[in-house]
Nanobody, 129 residues
Framework: QVQPVDSGGGSVPAGGSLRLSCAYT?????VGWFRQVPGKARERVAA????????YYGDSVKGRFTIAQDTAKNAVYLQMNSLKPEDTAMYYC?????????????????????????WGRGTQVTVTV
């Protein structure tokens, strides 16, 4: 098992930055981040194919968030800039050893594989006004 462990959350004023980390026991094919606010649907944030380095982002974070890997440390980072109060949520790292679907475009393969993969316990991000 990949056993992703997420960390790095905290409280930051609007306009600020945070970097979340996701560490794992060995490199999975897909790593990504989701977020959820109580009472709302889970949202896709960012995903990475560690083999091709292709990245995918949710519409609400494009241009502000960046997902990147550190292969030497078996970790993926989510750099979050220009944070907004609406970014406040519990953020979860997810990982999938391999593609869990076939015949779909890269982004859908990544998201669907992650949703069926292993998940961290979550790290809270709070953006204050």
């Amino acid at each position: 098992q990949v056993q992703p462990v997420d960390s790095g959350g905290g409280s930051v004023p609007a306009g600020g930055s945070l970097r979340l980390s996701c560490a794992y026991t060995y490199r999975p094919t897909y790593v990504g981040w989701f977020r959820q606010v109580p009472g709302k649907a889970r949202e896709r944030v960012a995903a990475l194919n560690t083999e091709t380095t292709s990245t995918y982002y949710g519409d609400s974070v494009k241009g502000r968030f960046t997902i990147a890997q550190d292969t030497a440390k078996n970790a993926v980072y989510l750099q979050m800039n220009s944070l907004k109060p609406e970014d406040t949520a519990m953020y979860y790292c997810a990982a999938s050893e391999s593609a869990r679907v076939a015949g779909l475009p890269g982004d859908r393969t990544a998201w669907m594989s992650l949703e069926e993969g292993e998940w961290g316990r979550g790290t809270q991000v709070t953006v204050t006004v």
